[in-house]
C-alpha cells in the first residue's frame, strides 16, 4: 500500500478498505494509551491519526455518492473517544463510544458504491498502486514471447534463470482490466483454454500451460469477489426497508449505554458535594474560642476559655507531655490537686507541660465560680509542688470584666 495513498483527498476507498484503515487507526490509539497512558500526550497521535480517518471517511463518501459533511459522523466519536480517555477515565462511558465508532464506521462500509472504478488494494484515484503491487525485475533476466491464442497481441513473461525453471508471470494487467469489463469474454477464455489442453501441444511452449493457470486463479479471484457483493446489498437492502426500526434500535442501546455512564459518574460527584458541605458545616458551627487571662501577683495567670478556668505558670522544662489526667487517674500525683490554705481543695480534669515551658492546668466549668472566689479571698494555693501567694489577687481578678462577674 503506498503512504501517499492515505492522505489522497480526490481518490475512493472501497468498504474493506475504509473499515481496515477506521480499524487500524483506533488500533494504534489504544496502543497510543497503553504506551502514554491516560494523559494529555495522547493528543498528539490523536492529531496525526484524525486526519487519515477524516480522508478516509471522505474518500468512502465520495465512492458511495454522500456528502462530505457526513465526515463528521466518524470524527466525532473519535474526538469523543480521546476526550474520555484523557480527562474522564470511565470505562462505561468509553464503550459507548466505541460502540458509537464502530455503528457509524459499519454504516458508511455498507454503502453501495456508486461508481465503475476499478480498485487496486481497494483504492481507487491518482496515486499510482500498481507500482507498490508489481514485483522486481531482475537485473540478469531473458524474456520471451509466449503464444497467444487468438491471434493475439504476445504478452511477455520472465524466462528461466540459473536459479529456477519457470517465474512467475510479470504483468497481466491489462487482462485483468479486459476480465473485469467483460465477464463473458473472461468465460470464452476459460472454454478456450480447454479446448487448447486437448489439441496437441507441439509447437507451444511448457511455459504457456503456467499462464493459462494464473489466467483461470484471476478469474476464479475475481468471481468469488463479485459474489460477496450481494451480501452486502442483501444487508443494505434489509437496513433500507427497515431503516426506522434499525436507528430505534442503535439509538436505544447507545442511549442506554450513555445513561448507564452518567449514572455511574453521578455518586462520585453526590459524595463529593455531601464531604464539602459536611466540612463547610463543620467550619460554620464550630465554635470560636477566646482566651481572656489576668496576670496575678505571684508569676502565674488565670485564664477563661468559656466557662473553662485555666491556671498557668512558666518554669517547667523538658519534652511537652501531659503530666496529670483525671480520665485515666494517672500521671504526676502532686497535680491531682488544687489546695488552698483553708484546706480547701479542687480535681483539675487535665495538667499539660506545653513546648513553651509552661504548665497549664484545666478545671471543670462546674467549679470555675467556686475556683475564681477562693483566688480572691485566700492567702495561698498549691499545685504541682508549686505553692503561689494571692496577696493582690482580688484586685488583679476586678481588673479583667470576665473574672469579675464571678465575684
Not at 447507545?254 to 466540612?279: F, R
Request: proline fraction near 5%.
Amino acid at each position: 500500500m503506498q503512504i501517499k495513498s492515505l492522505f489522497c483527498v480526490v481518490g475512493l476507498d472501497n468498504s474493506k478498505r475504509f473499515s481496515a484503515i477506521s480499524s487500524l487507526i483506533y488500533l494504534a490509539l489504544f496502543i497510543s494509551v497503553a504506551l502514554l497512558g491516560p494523559s494529555g500526550l495522547l493528543y498528539v497521535p490523536a492529531l496525526l491519526l484524525a486526519p487519515i480517518l477524516a480522508l478516509t471517511s471522505l474518500r468512502r463518501l465520495r465512492d458511495s455518492g454522500k456528502p462530505a459533511l457526513f465526515t463528521l459522523v466518524t470524527l466525532l466519536p473519535f474526538i469523543l473517544v480521546i476526550i474520555t480517555l484523557v480527562h474522564i477515565q470511565s470505562m462505561m462511558l468509553l464503550l459507548t463510544f466505541l460502540l458509537l465508532a464502530v455503528l457509524t464506521i459499519g454504516y458508511l462500509a455498507i454503502q453501495p458504491a456508486v461508481s465503475n472504478a476499478d480498485y487496486i488494494q481497494g483504492y481507487s484515484g491518482p496515486v499510482e498502486m500498481n507500482e507498490a503491487a508489481r514485483p522486481m525485475r531482475k537485473d540478469n533476466h531473458r524474456s520471451r514471447v509466449e503464444p497467444t491464442l487468438g491471434g493475439g497481441e504476445p504478452s511477455f513473461s520472465a524466462d528461466i534463470d540459473g536459479r529456477g525453471e519457470n517465474a512467475d508471470v510479470v504483468d497481466y494487467s491489462a487482462d485483468l482490466q479486459k476480465s473485469r469489463a467483460d465477464n463473458a469474454a473472461a468465460s470464452a477464455e476459460v472454454e478456450n483454454k480447454a479446448q487448447f489442453d486437448t489439441q496437441p501441444r507441439s509447437n507451444v511452449e511448457p511455459t504457456n500451460n503456467t499462464y493459462q493457470q494464473d489466467r483461470l486463479a484471476q478469474h476464479r479471484r475475481h468471481r468469488n469477489s463479485r459474489q460477496a457483493q450481494p451480501a452486502l446489498d442483501q444487508l443494505q437492502l434489509f437496513i433500507e426497508a427497515n431503516k426506522k426500526g434499525v436507528l430505534i434500535g442503535a439509538g436505544a442501546i447507545v442511549g442506554s449505554m450513555l445513561l448507564i455512564s452518567l449514572w455511574t459518574l453521578i455518586p462520585s460527584s453526590e459524595q463529593e458535594d455531601v464531604n464539602v458541605g459536611v466540612a463547610n458545616e463543620e467550619v460554620i458551627t464550630e465554635p470560636k474560642v477566646v482566651r481572656v487571662s489576668t496576670a496575678m501577683p505571684d508569676d502565674f495567670s488565670l485564664a477563661l476559655e468559656d466557662d473553662v478556668l485555666i491556671m498557668r505558670w512558666l518554669g517547667d522544662s523538658g519534652a511537652p507531655a501531659n503530666l496529670w489526667s483525671l480520665a485515666t487517674a494517672k500521671g504526676d500525683r502532686t497535680c491531682s490537686r488544687l489546695r488552698f490554705n483553708n484546706g480547701t481543695e479542687y480535681r483539675p480534669i487535665v495538667v499539660d507541660l506545653l513546648a513553651d515551658t509552661g504548665t497549664e492546668a484545666r478545671f471543670s466549668p462546674l467549679d470555675t465560680e467556686a475556683i475564681v472566689i477562693d483566688m480572691a479571698r485566700r492567702g495561698n494555693v498549691s499545685l504541682c509542688g508549686y505553692n503561689f501567694s494571692l496577696k493582690g489577687s482580688q484586685a488583679a481578678l476586678a481588673k479583667v470584666a470576665a473574672f469579675r462577674d464571678y465575684l
